[in-house]
């Protein structure tokens, strides 16, 4: 049984936890249920690269009140996977890591940040491989190794984004890959996947997935291929179809993966506001059969314009006409049909062996020699980085949503609270569309005495119809205390 309403849940609590999933073949598996997972994600970073400040102790998961809104809003959208861009192993993200997964949120979260010395440079990147780099990703690891809820970690976002630099950067981005999974292997209890997410640019793509899909000599350990491969595309824009925002060239040219392919990054934002029209086709026959759903760009409203919330300074939050749009398309699809499908148990599927064939751009690198450790970092792989950050889940004392959150008319969402699931639950969509529900809309002028809610990511392009600004009848009382429970 999972409860998507807003109820209000007081009283210390140790979160339920998530079932932690496995790669098994080109799927996510519940190896519980046997079912496949998909991903219905949303990217996170409230306040953009500016949320981000390592001297201020501050990244995405470091306050637990912004979470706990965030979390309580994403639940009713029905995410159920959320990716996290800039962390900073330094900080305690206890809280909330335990919030999300008590809301049945998976995390998949990238190792870097925007700081110098934090990434691999598109730039000589030779130049920015060297151990404190590499120390600096282990942290990252090691600080959410034990939270059920990490799906995955991403050695690399788009640092291969143009024929230029696919000439000089796969061989140290594979090289990354391979030494994180190498520190996964010796100080994780369980084997969390180590993948890259790649530019959409069809120039290079399926070179770049060949690349770090493939193994060398034929080895299928070999430690240095991707576990999963995730793509950023923004192809499919307004009305739309499989053919003609070319999905279909993205399904026939991952056809034959061994790993979990899904979009790390979707949701054209032209024309705004979105209608997120793919969603359909994403999660449907055409396509899942070869992706595992997708994360849509982005929780937060920023200058970019891709915001499902848009979020204020002192923690109040309004949800924009983007939220609403991306919460129908949800609302129409069977969920419980789509995570019930069984996964093979054996899969068929072969990677191709590394060789300068599987590369068609004659600008791309083709050469799979991949470089040897900088100095001083297998000892650091040998011991575990020093200190050691470890995060465990903890109890949470109040469900209940401080901040004011309002709907596109400006009306506040009363009793709003993140509704803890019961173990081995996931989060799911389509909850809030029981046009008997009833409506507890306040006025603007009664905010000051209704608790606030956090904010949260963007998304993107929406032509939604005249309704959509106002959160009719039926998804208020999905938002209010007294809103049903889906089984």
Same mark, same amino acid.
């Given at each position: 049984?999972?409860?998507?309403?807003?109820?209000?849940?007081?009283?210390?609590?140790?979160?339920?936890?998530?079932?932690?999933?496995?790669?098994?073949?080109?799927?996510?598996?519940?190896?519980?249920?046997?079912?496949?997972?998909?991903?219905?994600?949303?990217?996170?970073?409230?306040?953009?690269?500016?949320?981000?400040?390592?001297?201020?102790?501050?990244?995405?998961?470091?306050?637990?009140?912004?979470?706990?809104?965030?979390?309580?809003?994403?639940?009713?959208?029905?995410?159920?996977?959320?990716?996290?861009?800039?962390?900073?192993?330094?900080?305690?993200?206890?809280? /909330?890591?335990?919030?999300?997964?008590?809301?049945?949120?998976?995390?998949?979260l990238d190792v870097n940040s925007p700081l110098i010395g934090d990434s691999l440079t598109s730039y000589k990147p030779w130049?920015?491989?060297?151990?404190?780099?590499?120390?600096?990703?282990?942290?990252?690891?090691?600080?959410?190794?034990?939270?059920?809820?990490?799906?995955?970690?991403?050695?690399?976002?788009?640092?291969?984004?143009?024929?230029?630099?696919?000439?000089?950067?796969?061989?140290?981005?594979?090289?990354?890959?391979?030494?994180?999974?190498?520190?996964?292997?010796?100080?994780?209890?369980?084997?969390?996947?180590?993948?890259?997410?790649?530019?959409?640019?069809?120039?290079?793509?399926?070179?770049?997935?060949?690349?770090?899909?493939?193994?060398?000599?034929?080895?299928?350990?070999?430690?240095?291929?991707?576990?999963?491969?995730?793509?950023?595309?923004?192809?499919?824009?307004?009305?739309?179809?499989?053919?003609?925002?070319?999905?279909?060239?993205?399904?026939?040219?991952?056809?034959?993966?061994?790993?979990?392919?899904?979009?790390?990054?979707?949701? /054209?934002?032209?024309?705004?506001?979105?209608?997120?029209?793919?969603?359909?086709?994403?999660?449907?026959?055409?396509?899942?059969?070869?992706?595992?759903?997708?994360?849509?760009?982005?929780?937060?409203? @920023?200058?970019?314009?891709?915001?499902?919330?848009?979020?204020?300074?002192?923690?109040?939050?309004?949800?924009?006409?983007?939220?609403?749009?991306?919460?129908?398309?949800?609302?129409?699809?069977?969920?419980?049909?789509?995570?019930?499908?069984?996964?093979?148990?054996?899969?068929?599927?072969?990677?191709?062996? /590394?060789?300068?064939?599987?590369?068609?751009?004659?600008?791309?690198?083709n050469n799979f020699t991949i470089p040897v450790l900088p100095p001083d970092t297998q000892e650091i792989i040998d011991g575990?980085?020093?200190?050691?950050?470890?995060?465990?889940?903890?109890?949470?004392?109040?469900?209940?949503?401080?901040?004011?959150?309002?709907?596109?008319?400006?009306?506040?969402?009363?009793?709003?609270?993140?509704?803890?699931?019961?173990?081995?639950?996931?989060?799911?969509?389509?909850?809030?569309?029981?046009?008997?529900?009833?409506?507890?809309?306040?006025?603007?002028?009664?905010?000051?005495?209704? @608790?606030?809610?956090?904010?949260?990511?963007?998304?993107?392009?929406?032509?939604?119809?005249?309704?959509?600004?106002?959160?009719?009848?039926?998804?208020?009382?999905?938002?209010?205390?007294f809103a049903g429970i889906a089984i």
């Amino acid at each position: 049984m999972l409860i998507y309403s807003a109820l209000l849940a007081l009283g210390a609590t140790l979160a339920a936890a998530v079932q932690s999933l496995e790669v098994q073949g080109e799927y996510f598996v519940n190896p519980k249920s046997g079912n496949r997972f998909q991903i219905v994600g949303v990217a996170y970073q409230p306040g953009g690269s500016a949320g981000y400040n390592k001297e201020a102790g501050r990244d995405p998961l470091s306050d637990p009140d912004i979470c706990l809104r965030d979390a309580a809003l994403l639940q009713i959208l029905g995410v159920n996977t959320i990716r996290v861009y800039n962390l900073n192993p330094d900080v305690n993200h206890d809280k /909330c890591a335990s919030i999300f997964n008590a809301a049945g949120m998976y995390m998949v979260l990238d190792v870097n940040s925007p700081l110098i010395g934090d990434s691999l440079t598109s730039y000589k990147p030779w130049e920015s491989y060297y151990a404190s780099y590499l120390n600096r990703t282990f942290a990252v690891v090691e600080a959410f190794k034990n939270y059920p809820n990490t799906l995955a970690f991403f050695s690399g976002n788009e640092v291969i984004n143009d024929e230029n630099s696919g000439k000089n950067v796969p061989p140290y981005m594979r090289a990354v890959t391979r030494d994180i999974k190498n520190y996964v292997k010796k100080h994780c209890s369980r084997p969390i996947p180590v993948g890259y997410s790649a530019a959409d640019v069809r120039d290079i793509l399926f070179d770049t997935y060949n690349y770090f899909q493939c193994t060398l000599e034929g080895d299928a350990g070999d430690m240095s291929k991707a576990d999963i491969f995730a793509l950023n595309s923004y192809s499919w824009c307004g009305k739309s179809t499989f053919k003609a925002a070319s999905y279909d060239q993205l399904v026939s040219g991952f056809a034959g993966a061994d790993v979990p392919i899904f979009f790390s990054e979707f949701g /054209c934002n032209t024309p705004s506001p979105r209608i997120f029209q793919e969603i359909g086709t994403i999660y449907g026959s055409e396509m899942n059969g070869v992706f595992s759903g997708g994360v849509v760009y982005e929780y937060t409203q @920023e200058d970019n314009n891709f915001g499902l919330v848009d979020m204020k300074a002192d923690g109040s939050a309004t949800l924009m006409p983007d939220f609403l749009a991306l919460q129908k398309q949800y609302s129409t699809l069977d969920f419980t049909k789509i995570q019930g499908q069984k996964a093979a148990t054996t899969s068929t599927k072969k990677p191709p062996v /590394c060789k300068p064939g599987l590369i068609q751009n004659s600008g791309f690198n083709n050469n799979f020699t991949i470089p040897v450790l900088p100095p001083d970092t297998q000892e650091i792989i040998d011991g575990g980085v020093s200190p050691k950050p470890v995060g465990k889940l903890v109890k949470i004392d109040n469900w209940k949503v401080k901040f004011t959150v309002k709907n596109p008319d400006g009306t506040v969402i009363n009793n709003l609270a993140v509704s803890p699931l019961a173990d081995d639950s996931i989060n799911e969509p389509g909850t809030n569309t029981e046009e008997s529900s009833s409506a507890t809309s306040s006025t603007p002028e009664e905010s000051s005495t209704t @608790e606030n809610a956090p904010a949260a990511t963007t998304s993107k392009d929406a032509a939604a119809r005249p309704g959509a600004l106002v959160l009719p009848a039926a998804v208020m009382g999905a938002l209010a205390v007294f809103a049903g429970i889906a089984i």
